[in-house]
């Protein structure tokens, strides 16, 4: 018997930018991309050789795809900014972005896109990788603080927890309707990331990408270009963004199979610093950099023919070294991110199909100045002659704010099971039940006390101390007749330390039922939620009708509870921890004001959910694949903040408590359409798909901070609450969306076009004479961008294969308007190549 071993020893990818080809050829032209692949076999044979000619097996992946869900192929013809997530979840018509995400001045960010659902909170899905939560469960409020000058929080990475490179997934699966019982957490829907398994054989890849603000149309409102070049506004427009990414993989064994990925996404960003507050002439910045590293290592032991274990490791990290701007020695870092380790057991026995899921993960969100202990506020002289602002306590600043650490640790189990289809009563049963634990810990921490002085006072005589900081012999008042300044005020910011946990507990049971043509699916989900020790009962119904032959129509009646998230309580006890002590002259005794009020009561809060109800049509028509569908959500006991204008022992004259009053409705109607065999055209197999979504939602807050909900304001003329104010933010009345793909002679080509109905903008201030915020409302225009991806793939010898990939996002260089900030428009990104 002829024995043959064959093992696949290296495989190299190699993607290189051509910039210097594409600039020598064309200035206008963008940059395009080499990717090379080189498998070397080596086979040793006992006696002859046996060569088999390659067998390519291929199917159309459209015929079998579930709605919702991205598959390898799919994510491979998405052109995608910053490698995220959410990046790959633009065409989906369920889902939202904010019109923020899109300004040019913002093109250097790596932070990821957070994202609506069916109109909810965006901080209200639930991110998994592989079952594991990869959720940011602290305060996973955006915030984006261009000067960094807040005491307790800084810039956030919003509602995701790691910053996960696309590269190392197989699959993600947006749940936004009639979602199985088996997934909670949310209030918008459900993101499931699933990683690749290792390939067989041996397969390793090298790559580096790159673009920039060279390579990129960066628009910018003419009326407020000198305050984006004096560092007045917020610019990361003048960027480089470089990625790397190393990996291999392979089966060890027969049974054991690894894979190892490391990439680094690196963006360089010029540092455009205060220059109203710092003399340009005499002092600068270094420039802000921010890197996002992936390092991915994950096994599949096939135990058994029905026994599988896939253990996993991920470290993402997303550092962001910057500066403060207004002052030296301010340099920062903000750190995001941390490591999910996770261990999936799947066990195929008789009659049943086991899933289990154990991981912990640790993440934070932290702020580390260079100098974090002392900062010095003073009156610009000739010796402190770096600041411009002649306020004095905007005048010349040196030193950094506090440092501050923000952890969530979490441990989690999952069980699910499976039971093998079963005729009983008449019907056929798809029984499924399980449920989860999971212990979370989320803390603040201030680790070291910080004192700032500052409030300047002329010295009129005599000299300061030797090594006092808060003296200085000088000119700032001079006019006075002062031979120097001193700092009169002092403000201890105290090292405190908070902790919370909370345990959760969540079951499930569901049964999928048919009855010849009809399908109905009942579930019930009981979750225990650990913060308030709630125990809440989400019903989950479905029933479907199959009319005709793969045509069906369906109802849904469903509860999806949300999260409550460690903010609500954590900063307690934090705001008060500061000190503020004066003096009347140097060398005089300071007087102490005692410790602050405290700011947030903490008051039990309800879990907050939403209500769903949805009607639908899919089917099958021909080589068209149709989908119709309306979902009605309302959002009740969501977690809103509330001023309230009266004493309170211990929180002064007024204070702000979350309270469970926030509501909010949506209707959504979205229609899709897809072809299901390939299209050819001219020889050429092309795949077609578009969506129409309708969307109108109300909601009577904006985040869980928004603390004036209840206040009068004026609206288009008429006195209103605040809570009335129509939604800006995360909805788009109406979109369409294109795709196509295509593939002939090597070649590869795909696009995305979105077109985006008018939307509405908020545009208002404070009016002294009428006591209130005074609101108008502006449309902003409609508009259309073409994305799209051309890739050429090409034999040259044995295995060794070449590729060209080239992506262009914006094809045509639409300018359009991505919000009205009052005075000045921020426009979208132009043209952009990576």
């Known amino acids: 018997m002829k024995k043959t071993a064959s093992f696949l020893v290296a495989v190299a990818a190699l993607n290189l930018p051509l910039s210097h080809w594409a600039a020598s050829r064309d200035a206008n032209q963008g940059p395009l991309s080499l990717t090379a692949l080189k498998a070397l076999n080596l086979s040793t044979l006992n006696a002859a050789e046996v060569v088999l000619d390659k067998v390519e097996v291929s199917a159309d992946a459209n015929a079998t795809k579930e709605p919702g869900k991205l598959t390898r192929a799919d994510m491979d013809l998405i052109t995608s900014k910053n490698h995220g997530i959410t990046d790959l979840l633009k065409g989906n018509p369920n889902v939202a972005f904010s019109a923020k995400n899109a300004k040019s001045v913002r093109a250097g960010e790596l932070a990821p896109q957070d994202i609506s659902i069916n109109g909810a909170s965006y901080y209200q899905n639930n991110f998994t990788l592989d079952g594991a939560s990869i959720n940011n469960d602290l305060d996973p409020k955006k915030r984006t603080w261009n000067n960094h000058n807040n005491i307790w929080s800084d810039s956030t990475i919003g509602s995701q927890a790691m910053s996960v490179d696309t590269d190392l997934l197989g699959s993600v699966e947006v749940l936004d309707s009639a979602v199985s019982a088996r997934y909670g957490g949310f209030q918008g829907g459900a993101v499931n990331a699933k990683t690749r398994d290792p390939k067989s054989g041996f397969h390793g890849v090298l790559s580096y990408s790159y673009t920039g603000g060279d390579w990129s149309k960066i628009y910018k409102d003419a009326s407020a270009e000198q305050r984006y070049d004096d560092g007045d506004l917020a610019d990361m427009s003048d960027f480089k963004k470089r990625r790397y990414r190393v990996g291999a993989e392979g089966y060890l064994t027969q049974n054991f199979g690894l894979l190892l990925d490391y990439s680094r996404h690196r963006s360089v960003i010029e540092n455009h610093y205060n220059k109203k507050q710092i003399n340009q002439n005499l002092y600068s910045f270094p420039d802000d950099r921010q890197t996002n590293d992936n390092l991915f290592v994950k096994g599949v032991w096939g135990v058994s023919d029905k026994f599988t274990l896939k253990p996993s490791f991920l470290y993402s990290r997303l550092d962001n070294y910057t500066s403060a701007k207004r002052y030296l020695d301010s340099q920062l ?71 501050f650490e923000q952890r969530q640790n979490k441990l989690a189990y999952k069980f699910d099971a499976s039971v093998k289809e079963f005729e009983a009563f008449g019907a056929s049963h798809l029984v499924k039940s399980g449920f989860e634990i999971a212990r979370q810990s989320g803390s603040y921490e201030i680790p070291r006390t910080r004192v700032s002085y500052g409030t300047p006072k002329p010295l009129m005589s005599g000299t300061c101390i030797a090594g006092d900081k808060t003296c200085v012999i000088d000119d700032s008042f001079a006019s006075q007749g002062a ?167 211990g929180y002064g004259n007024g204070y702000s408590i979350f309270t469970n009053e926030g509501q909010s409705k949506r209707d959504i109607v979205t229609l899709s359409a897809a072809n299901i065999a390939p299209i050819e055209i001219w020889g050429v197999k092309n795949d077609f798909e578009g969506s129409l979504s309708f969307t109108k939602q109300s909601r009577s807050f904006t985040d869980y901070e928004d603390d004036e909900m209840n206040d009068d304001v004026s609206y288009n003329g008429k006195t209103i609450k605040k809570s009335e104010l129509p939604v800006v933010d995360y909805h788009v009345p109406f979109t369409a969306k294109f795709r196509h793909s295509a593939k002939f002679s090597g070649f590869s080509v795909s696009n995305f076009i979105n077109y985006t109905s008018k939307t509405d903008a908020l545009l208002g201030g404070w009016n002294r004479t009428r006591g209130m915020y005074v609101y108008e409302r502006q449309k902003l225009p409609a508009y259309a961008t073409w994305d799209m991806r051309i890739g050429y793939e090409r034999r040259l010898a044995g295995d060794f294969r070449a590729f060209v990939n080239l992506d262009i996002n914006n094809l045509l260089n639409k300018k359009f308007i991505a919000s009205n900030e009052g005075n000045y428009y921020e426009y979208g990104l132009g043209r952009n190549f990576w």
């Open 483 to 649: 031979v120097g300044q001193y700092l009169s005020k002092k403000t201890y910011y105290y090292a405190v330390k908070t902790k919370a946990t909370q345990t959760n507990l969540a079951l499930y049971l569901e049964d999928e039922m048919r009855f010849g043509a009809f399908k109905f699916r009942p579930g019930l989900r009981i979750e225990r939620n650990g913060d308030n020790n709630d125990v809440n009962l989400a019903p989950r119904l479905l029933a479907e009708y199959e009319f005709a032959d793969k045509n069906f129509i369906g109802l849904g009646l469903n509860r999806y509870y949300g999260r409550n998230f460690f903010a609500y309580k954590m900063y307690n006890g934090v705001y008060r921890m500061y000190e503020t002590c004066e003096r009347s002259s140097y060398g005089g005794a300071y007087t102490c004001g005692g410790l602050a009020n405290n700011r947030r009561p903490i008051r039990e809060l309800k879990t907050p959910y939403d209500d769903e109800f949805s009607a639908y049509y899919r089917g099958d028509v021909g080589n068209a694949r149709l989908n119709l569908k309306y979902v009605r959500r309302q959002g009740r006991d969501e977690v809103a903040m509330k001023y309230v204008r009266e004493p309170l022992s």
């Open 333 to 403: 870092t903000l750190k995001y991110g941390g490591y999910v380790a996770t261990l999936e057991a799947q066990a195929d026995l008789e009659g049943v199909f086991l899933e289990q899921t154990l991981s912990y993960s640790a993440s934070q969100n932290s702020r580390d100045y260079e100098h974090d202990t002392e900062y010095y506020g003073y009156k610009p002289s000739n010796v402190k002659n770096w600041g411009t602002n002649p306020s004095p306590n905007f005048g010349s600043g040196i030193g950094g704010l506090n440092d």
